[in-house]
């Protein structure tokens, strides 16, 4: 086969697509192709005469310098030696390039590849399996392999501080989930703000987060969370403070078993959730302020549906406490309402089908806010029922008479008599008597026909 002269051999060097360079031994650039163009931007006559320490990362400096001097000193001359560094580009940012680097005759033989978008593919899906996409924390998997690997005597004691969110579920219901995106990240943003630059910080779940104190006492993780405490209480997501129970618990010893402090520090963080039902009723309360804010019309129309409610529970002849609280419930009973748009709570006009189903969501979502609280428990499921019928044809559950909590009934008569004779939409009040009428039309279909009778003689005092 016929040799291939010098200057078809210019010509391949000239056109490669890949950088080919040849150097001395201590990496003078004597020649350059024309791929140093448009790899890195420079004319071959730019790099020609000068040093690849020019040019090379600072980081990635004593890398080359140790990869051509292993090449050199164990003379291997047969065969291409691999490795990847940082270049600068002319317009100062900087490519991965992948060597292909040969001695041969006391000269560097060097074809180079741009790798900037492999490697940039690369970091992010390494960045994607050990963090979480919302927050920027680390996730889980990241979190439990860094708990294994820092279980070792030298990182003693190692405290462990659990947080779980409050109202987030809430958040969603109410906001929507965008809002409730925006809570987590700004409780991980406080969380992030208040540790120490070598802390371990991990979403470990939905609402839940991790904090790792390697060679933290248990004093000076208390000191950590009281900082967070602190922060958190000067944060809001529409007026909503942001939440966070916490717990934690400490390694001290060596043969004490990380997984039951792990364990421990998650029974403590429930422990601190059990006693959020005071800040919960401070949560009721902005609600409720928020939604007679947002619409005047629900704040008359649930003093005026309590006060029906507390005369009906006087005359059934209920304990004073009892009368309070199907007062509460009479107030509270469209509290979900909170997540319907104003537009909707405003409308003059009949509603729509979809306005409709939207508006029918405020029981399930009243009943979440309140249910909630254990002291209120029952009100939570009135407030449920409120709009079921007594033949089983109501909602959300479809649920029927004896099914129907009382003051579930109670509520739907004083609710309803109260929106005849005070309609906000398109239809004309009715008169005293055509909500009469229309109650007793509906008594043993949507009404309790005995509490029906009761209502309207003795609440109402009409014939």
């Excluded at 462990?160 to 109410?174: C, F, S, W």
């Excluded at 007793?440 to 005995?450: L, M, P, V, Y």
Aim: glycine share 6%.
């Amino acid at each position: 086969m016929e040799a291939l002269g010098p200057d078809i051999l210019n010509q391949l060097f000239d056109t490669a697509p890949d950088m080919i360079c040849i150097t001395r031994v201590d990496g003078f650039l004597l020649k350059v192709n024309r791929a140093s163009k448009s790899i890195l931007g420079y004319e071959p006559a730019e790099i020609e005469g000068t040093y690849p320490t020019q040019y090379i990362h600072p980081d990635d400096a004593g890398k080359l310098d140790q990869t051509l001097h292993e090449i050199l000193d164990e003379g291997l001359h047969t065969e291409f030696n691999q490795y990847i560094n940082r270049f600068r580009h002319k317009d100062g940012s900087y490519r991965y390039l992948e060597w292909n680097t040969r001695l041969y005759h006391d000269h560097y033989y060097c074809v180079a590849r741009d790798v900037s978008d492999r490697i940039s593919y690369q970091q992010k899906i390494e960045y994607l399996s050990y963090h979480d996409t919302l927050t920027g924390l680390y996730n889980r998997r990241f979190c439990e392999e860094e708990i294994r690997r820092m279980d070792t005597a030298r990182n003693l004691p190692i405290s462990i501080i659990m947080g779980d969110m409050n109202r987030l579920k809430l958040m969603n219901d109410i906001f929507g989930h965008e809002k409730g995106d925006e809570y987590i990240r700004m409780a991980s943003d406080i969380i992030r703000t208040e540790c120490r630059p070598d802390d371990i910080i991990a979403r470990w779940g939905g609402d839940e987060f991790v904090i790792l104190l390697p060679k933290t006492s248990q004093i000076d993780a208390r000191k950590i969370v009281s900082r967070i405490i602190m922060s958190k209480k000067k944060q809001q997501v529409n007026g909503i403070p942001v939440s966070i129970a916490f717990g934690l618990a400490t390694k001290s010893l060596p043969g004490d078993n990380l997984s039951g402090i792990i364990v421990k520090a998650e029974k403590n963080m429930y422990r601190s959730k059990a006693t959020c039902e005071r800040s919960r009723k401070d949560f009721i309360d902005w609600i409720i302020r928020m939604l007679f804010e947002k619409s005047a019309v629900e704040s008359q129309h649930a003093k005026r549906v309590q006060q029906l409610c507390k005369q009906m529970a006087v005359v059934l002849g209920f304990d004073q406490d009892l009368v309070e609280r199907i007062a509460l419930a009479g107030f509270l009973h469209d509290i979900g309402k909170i997540a319907i748009s104003t537009q909707i709570l405003e409308k003059s006009d009949a509603l729509t089908e979809e306005e409709v189903r939207e508006v029918q969501k405020h029981v399930m979502i009243g009943s979440q806010i309140i249910g909630k609280t254990h002291e209120w428990h029952d009100i939570g499921y009135a407030i449920l029922s409120h709009h079921e019928y007594i033949d089983g044809s109501g909602y959300p559950k479809g649920i029927s008479d004896q099914d129907i909590p009382l003051i579930a009934k109670i509520i739907a008569l004083a609710e309803c008599y109260d929106a005849m004779t005070q309609r906000n939409n398109d239809q004309e009040k009715m008169t005293v008597d055509q909500a009469i009428a229309e109650i007793r039309r509906n008594a043993g279909r949507q009404f309790d026909s005995e509490l029906a009778e009761i209502f309207i003689k003795q609440v109402l005092q009409q014939p």
